[in-house]
């Protein structure tokens, strides 16, 4: 890959991730639903780069795919659920966000450790894309533990598959299957979630993680 090509790659994976920690930051669902789509317009440009740098057609698929569901489908969805079911639009963090940013650059650093060690074979570009897409992942999971609010948490579970696909569409010769299977899952796992979420507003009337764990008599 020519330096342009791999500076280009470079950049929309850092972009990814960048918008992983501006999912973290936001404290409002309409800003987090913009982070998010933000972040999937970022993801099918990698993957529309990373398609023609390696001359893989069925990457483009990916790209499509990635633009239509993940930056257009799922976020009005979510945001007409939010609507419907009337959600108070603050996200109360379980962690300060100070203290959600400070965990979230130490995922990051570990996430170098722990990849760049065992792809010494590997190209640059394939190293740096795997370490990028585990930081995504590791983001992902932290989204979801630091947030009370259900539904920021149905979108920490899809920033972590975000992070899945960028690391398939990171290493070169990987067979599509592995990305549709990753997307079928996600939405399979989308449309759960939504059932969930109006079931658990009807049954308690909120989505509050804490507030329900306290119904339930599990924290005080």
Do not use: C
Not at 26 to 37: C, E, G, M, Y
Not at 201 to 216: A, P, S, W
């Amino acid at each position: 890959m020519s330096n342009l090509g791999y500076d280009a790659a470079h950049l929309l994976g850092a972009l990814v991730l960048m918008m992983s920690f501006a999912l973290l930051y936001q404290r409002r669902l309409s800003a987090l639903l913009n982070a998010f789509t933000l972040q999937a317009l970022a993801l099918a440009a990698a993957a529309a780069w990373q398609g023609y740098a390696q001359h893989s057609h069925h990457l483009f698929i990916t790209a499509a795919l990635t633009l239509v569901l993940k930056a257009v489908v799922m976020p009005v969805a979510l945001r007409r659920i939010v609507a419907k079911l009337n959600i108070e639009r603050a996200i109360e963090p379980a962690l300060s966000i100070g203290l959600t940013m400070v965990a979230g650059v130490s995922l990051v650093t570990l996430s170098i450790l722990l990849v760049m060690p065992v792809t010494e074979d590997a190209t640059a570009l394939t190293r740096e894309d795997l370490a990028l897409s585990l930081s995504v992942v590791l983001l992902g999971l932290l989204m979801m533990i630091s947030r009370r609010n259900a539904v920021s948490q149905v979108v920490g579970f899809m920033s972590i598959e975000n992070g899945l696909i960028l690391a398939a569409i990171g290493v070169a010769g990987m067979p599509m299957i592995v990305e549709m299977s990753i997307a079928f899952s996600v939405m399979v796992a989308f449309i759960v979630f939504g059932i969930f979420l109006f079931h658990i507003r009807e049954r308690f009337d909120t989505l509050d993680v804490q507030k329900i764990e306290t119904f339930r008599g599990e924290s005080q």
